[in-house]
């Protein structure tokens, strides 16, 4: 199992090299080590599974693809690499179909494994890092910081949550702020109270200081 470890890492290493999207490689290894700290608190789940779908989560996102489709092959392409048997590939694959808000599509999720990589995922979208994140993947897409005249959208197909007119400000209310009351599990729970607080605290700065009160 090392070996296969060390395997994917590599081809998820060359995969994301270069993303300036916070989506790289240094994010994967973040949601591997969020789904560790709640896989050793909850005692339950296969590790395997858990660290395989934590470190190819991101690999058929459609954002990161040409579309969707693509990177499901993509992802397919490499499990059948590496000859897993048909059932563990089921599993993993289950586990990243779920991870992605999407809009904020809310997934019934069939498995332990499933909630903790989810939850790892989300992790890294809260706190500093969640802040970090947020504006260079806004960046990335051309949106403003902030602009003040566009309103919060409420709920929205994909093709909106992808391309309509937003901010990284807005994305807070959109997504980030949330995460928090849509974990699955117990320890992911606590560990989002105290970043969640954080962004909270940014934001009440950010307004000072954009509206020159602070």
Not at 164 to 190: C, I
Request: charged fraction near 30%; proline fraction near 1%.
């Amino acid at each position: 199992m090392n070996e296969l470890i060390k395997i994917t890492e590599e081809f998820v290493k060359n995969q994301l090299k270069g993303d300036s999207s916070g989506h790289d490689w240094h994010h994967i290894d973040r949601v591997r080590k969020n789904a560790q700290l709640i896989w050793r608190k909850e005692q339950q789940g296969d590790w395997f599974i858990i660290e395989m779908a934590a470190l190819l989560h991101d690999i058929p996102d459609d954002k990161l693809n040409e579309s969707e489709a693509a990177g499901w092959e993509k992802l397919d392409s490499f499990l059948q690499s590496i000859e897993l048997d048909r059932d563990t590939a089921s599993k993993i694959k289950s586990c990243i179909s779920t991870v992605s808000f999407k809009g904020g599509r809310q997934l019934e999720l069939n498995s332990i494994e499933a909630e903790i990589v989810q939850d790892a995922d989300r992790l890294d979208a809260l706190g500093a890092i969640g802040i970090a994140r947020t504006f260079a993947f806004g960046g990335k897409k051309g949106h403003p910081i902030y602009e003040p005249n566009f309103s919060i959208r409420g709920e929205m197909t994909l093709e909106e949550y992808r391309n309509g007119n937003s901010s990284s400000v807005h994305h807070f209310y959109e997504k980030l702020l949330m995460l928090k009351d849509r974990m699955n599990t117990a320890h992911a729970k606590q560990l989002a109270e105290e970043r969640h607080r954080f962004m909270e605290v940014f934001l009440e700065q950010f307004y000072s200081e954009w509206n020159g009160t602070a």
